[in-house]
């Protein structure tokens, strides 16, 4: 089983910036890819970023490039999601999922694990 656990969200102003951290605990998937995913409320859930395991290749979305930036420190376990020059469209709870495979993609169905969330909310 793994455990995921995400935090940083909060309330933000345009222009401003959040830095989410997902936590990853459980006996398997050390090595797996990594994504962060958003569900705006009233829609479906859409990929944000991804990360393989080796740290390359990286995916975004094209509404979040040159804006946020996704890393891993494979020796705490953790994932971050640097959210700068945040919109109010960005508006969403934020979820890290684990993947099935080493390398990142942008399939949500290749994310098998998720987080409960953390809630980000940008004011205009």
């Known amino acids: 089983q793994v455990q995921l656990v995400e935090s940083g969200g909060g309330l933000v102003q345009a222009g401003g910036s959040l830095r989410l951290s997902c936590a990853v605990s459980?006996?398997?998937?050390?090595?797996?890819?990594m994504a962060w995913l958003r569900q705006a409320q009233g829609k479906g859930r859409e990929f944000v970023a991804a990360?393989?395991?080796?740290?390359?290749?990286?995916y975004y979305a094209d509404s979040v490039k040159g804006r946020f930036t996704i890393s891993r420190d494979n020796a705490k376990n953790t994932v971050y999601l640097q959210m700068n020059n945040l919109k109010p469209e960005d508006t969403a709870v934020y979820y890290c999922?684990?993947?099935?495979?080493?390398?990142?993609?942008?399939?949500?169905?290749?994310?098998?694990?998720w987080g409960q969330g953390t809630q980000v909310t940008v004011s205009s």
């Open positions: 999922a684990a993947g099935r495979h080493t390398s990142a993609t942008k399939n949500l169905h290749d994310y098998d694990y």
């Open positions: 990360i393989s395991w080796s740290g390359t290749p990286i």
């Open positions: 459980g006996r398997t998937r050390s090595t797996a890819a």
